[in-house]
Each structure stands twice: as structure tokens, then as C-alpha cells.
């Protein structure tokens, strides 16, 4: 006889799961009460990053169900839902949504379903992209620097020049600059190109 657990998440300590359980008691799931797995977690954390998550994936065995009330249980967005179906499928456990009248995720209709939870999340990435761009667009357009600020101010670049072509090593360079050698010796190979052309 297949075991059932359920997994019930919030993200922070003044929470309660109390309700994710009653509501998974109503939709008929009788489940033991060490089978109710609990945690207080963000659900910005990728759920097989999860410690509670993560034990139970490790309990759990082919023919057993996982109930959750709601999708973004699972997961932190529709890619990492989708990931974490999948894994669960390939052990053979079976994972029912009760948010989506409790279907099987990893039945023929559940699949369909993650299908479309694919294509959200192949959408929701686009977009992102898509910002992206735009706001960088936006910002070079406004004349903003992009990209991470200069390690080293006109002065000191000039500085780190001059003690290079002196001959002053790049670790003294660096710690009277007080910056990382790697800065010094990027310096470095960016004026050998320049004099190269």
C-alpha cells in the first residue's frame, strides 16, 4: 500500500502550517501524523535546497504520494516546480496538487498540466531577459556607467602606469594602491595590448 506525505511550507516563523494541514485533511487525505512534513522556510529557496525538503525526498520511495496544497510549495517559480516533479517522478513517487483539484503531477493530465507550467516558466524567463535588455537599454541611453565601478580612479591608474613601466612589482603596486594584484596585473595587460596596437 502506497504511504502518503505531505509536505506543508511557510516562510517565516510567526507562520503557522496548521491550515495547510486541515486543508489537506478535507480533501479526504488521511496521512500519519510523522508523514506530515513541516517547514519554516522563504520560498525564494529552491526547494530541493530545502533541509525539511530535502530529508523527505530522501524517505521517500516509488509508490509514495506527496501531497502539497499549492504549487508554489514546491518550488520558488514554475521552472524550479517543474524540476522538482520531475525528480520526484523519476523515483516513482506520485505528487498531488490540491490547489489543482488534486490532480497527479506525474499522471497523463498532470503531465499536461507541468507542460504548461513549462511554458510559463520558459515565458516568465523570457521576460526577464527582455527587462533586462530594456533596462539596460534605458540606462545607456540616460548615460549611466553599467557594470561594475572602476577599481582604480583616473589618479591611481596613472600611478600604477608609471611604477609599471619603472619596474615596481605588481604586488607593491598593489598594496601601496591598496587593491588586488589581479586589478594591477588586468592594468597591466590592457596597456601591453594598447602598446602592441
Same mark, same amino acid.
Given at each position: ?6 509536505? @506543508? ?22 496521512? &500519519? &501524523? ?12 529552491? =526547494? ?6 530535502? %530529508?523527505?525526498? $530522501?524517505?521517500?520511495?516509488?509508490? #509514495? ?5 499549492? +504549487? $508554489?510549495?514546491?518550488? %520558488?517559480?514554475?521552472? #524550479?516546480?517543474? =524540476? !522538482?516533479?520531475? /525528480? ?8 498531488? @496538487?490540491? =490547489? +489543482? ?16 507550467? *513549462?511554458?510559463? *516558466?520558459?515565458?516568465?524567463? $523570457? +521576460? ?10 534605458? =540606462? ?40 588586488? %594584484? ?5 592594468? %597591466?595587460? /590592457? ?5 602592441? !596596437?
Amino acid at each position: 500500500m502506497a504511504r502518503v506525505f505531505a509536505y @506543508c511550507r511557510v516562510s517565516t516563523a510567526g507562520q503557522t502550517t496548521d491550515n495547510q494541514v486541515l486543508e489537506i485533511e478535507s480533501a479526504g487525505f488521511s496521512i &500519519e &501524523e510523522h508523514r506530515i512534513v513541516t517547514e519554516h522556510i522563504s520560498g525564494s529557496t529552491q =526547494a530541493l535546497r530545502r533541509p525539511a525538503f530535502k %530529508r523527505l525526498v $530522501d524517505r521517500l520511495e516509488s509508490g #509514495d504520494v506527496l501531497v502539497v496544497t499549492k +504549487l $508554489d510549495r514546491l518550488g %520558488r517559480n514554475a521552472m #524550479d516546480v517543474r =524540476a !522538482t516533479v520531475e /525528480t520526484l517522478a523519476r523515483v516513482g513517487v506520485r505528487v498531488h @496538487c490540491l =490547489a +489543482l483539484g488534486g490532480v497527479d503531477l506525474t499522471s497523463s493530465a498532470g503531465r499536461m498540466t507541468m507542460s504548461v507550467i *513549462a511554458a510559463v *516558466a520558459e515565458f516568465e524567463r $523570457d +521576460l526577464l531577459v527582455e527587462r533586462t535588455q530594456q533596462g539596460l537599454a534605458r =540606462a545607456r541611453k540616460q548615460g549611466k556607467a553599467l557594470g561594475r565601478p572602476a577599481a582604480l580612479s583616473e589618479t591611481q591608474r596613472f600611478e600604477a602606469i608609471e611604477n609599471l613601466k619603472a619596474g615596481v612589482s605588481v604586488a607593491e603596486i598593489a598594496r601601496t594602491l591598496k587593491t588586488s %594584484r589581479q586589478t594591477i596585473m588586468r592594468l %597591466r595587460a /590592457t596597456q601591453g595590448a594598447q602598446g602592441a !596596437t
